[in-house]
């Protein structure tokens, strides 16, 4: 009985085994035959995340603040075109203009490249720099009060945990996702591309004084400069383009403390004379000294526009996730370098104001 027994056991247990042996051959011949890309995969194999997250994923907007100014409105136009053309991310421009810039901007925004674009175009008050710039009557035509609206970011995204801000003389030449996902230290409200870095040290700029410094923005002979106690040999850094935690800059009023540097340094003058950038910079400086995180060097290759010639070889221009031609010669005139990398993104003018400016840029350049 106990042999008759052990024999049944055995038999199933080898029904058992041929059963199951056949039930895995079955599952592995209709994963080979899978055309899907899951298939047979490794264990360390991460799969794609399910298809509810990544929608929300693509539903999350990434915030990109940019100034459009009338004169350089073609700037914009290409900076836009090139970070919408080049990510896959739900990128919503928030476009700050003055109220004389809308209806052209609108019109451009229209045509085909660029008509599904997300956008939201905002009205920027220059009365709101009242007090806090000095304007020389003589040069009045030569003060761009847009260039200050990216001290005002919560007011314009106000609803935006993190934010980008880019300048309108810039070309991006892969996502933007990976800029926006820069990290943020702790208790940091930005972070920025440092003057010192190694794609910018190599570069000179003339006639500015030492321009990877504090020291080339700020009056260290004034007594409120050096009440600071911030080292002048500190290295700089560049502000037009950033990211912003704006979380953290609401809670620690940015916004308030640009303002005060800005009204102070009407009152003392306490820009460098031999100011190595734009007048936006030295409160930037000041307010976020040692206090901001920084961005991948090449999400900012800069000095473009320092001059006519090529500072950079042509393989790590192509390398470059963002070209910013800051300096006097901006791309849109002939004589910058490689021009023909922003005529690719560049969408010509329905109105042909800034056609005309074009040219009118490459003539003067010309002489």
């Not at 409105?73 to 739900?90: D, E, F, K, V």
């Not at 006519?308 to 910058?336: C, D, I």
Request: with cysteine; proline share 6%; hydrophobic share 40%.
């Amino acid at each position: 009985v106990n042999i008759s027994i052990l024999i049944v056991a055995v038999v199933i247990f080898l029904l058992v085994i041929h059963h199951n042996f056949l039930s895995l051959s079955d599952f592995l011949r209709r994963e080979l035959s899978d055309p899907s890309p899951l298939g047979l995969q490794p264990i360390d194999f991460i799969p794609a995340a399910p298809q509810r997250l990544a929608d929300e994923w693509n539903d999350k907007e990434i915030p990109v603040v940019i100034a459009a100014s009338d004169e350089r409105l073609g700037g914009a136009i290409a900076a836009m075109n090139s970070i919408y053309q080049n990510t896959r991310a739900n990128v919503v421009f928030h476009i700050v203009t003055l109220n004389d810039t809308v209806d052209h901007l609108r019109m451009w925004l229209r045509i085909p490249p660029l008509k599904n674009m997300r956008y939201r175009i905002l009205d920027f008050d220059p009365r709101v720099l009242e007090g806090k710039v000095q304007v020389d009557p003589q040069k009045a035509d030569t003060f761009k009060p847009l260039t200050f609206a990216r001290f005002y970011l919560p007011s314009f995204v106000p609803h935006a945990e993190k934010v980008i801000y880019v300048d309108d003389d810039v070309i991006v030449q892969d996502d933007i996702i990976e800029l926006y996902n820069t990290p943020l230290k702790p208790g940091h409200a930005a972070a920025f591309s440092d003057d010192c870095d190694s794609t910018s040290s190599k570069v000179a700029v003339r006639g500015a004084g030492n321009q990877y410094n504090y020291i080339g923005f700020l009056d260290y002979k004034k007594e409120t400069i050096r009440k600071l106690a911030m080292k002048a040999n500190t290295c700089s850094f560049n502000p037009g383009v950033f990211v912003a935690n704006l979380t953290e800059w609401k809670l620690q009023n940015i916004t308030k403390q640009l303002e005060k540097w800005m009204t102070l340094n009407v009152v003392e003058e306490l820009y460098s004379k031999t100011l190595a950038g734009s007048i936006t910079t030295p409160p930037l400086l000041i307010v976020f000294y040692k206090q901001h995180s920084s961005i991948d060097p090449m999400w900012n290759v800069r000095h473009l526009g320092s001059s006519a010639g090529k500072r950079y070889s042509p393989q790590f221009v192509e390398a470059a996730k963002l070209l910013h031609w800051n300096g006097h010669f901006k791309p849109w005139g002939r004589t910058a370098s490689y021009a023909e990398v922003w005529e690719k993104w560049y969408v010509p003018d329905p109105a042909g104001k800034f056609n005309l400016i074009r040219r009118h840029s490459e003539a003067y350049e010309a002489k």
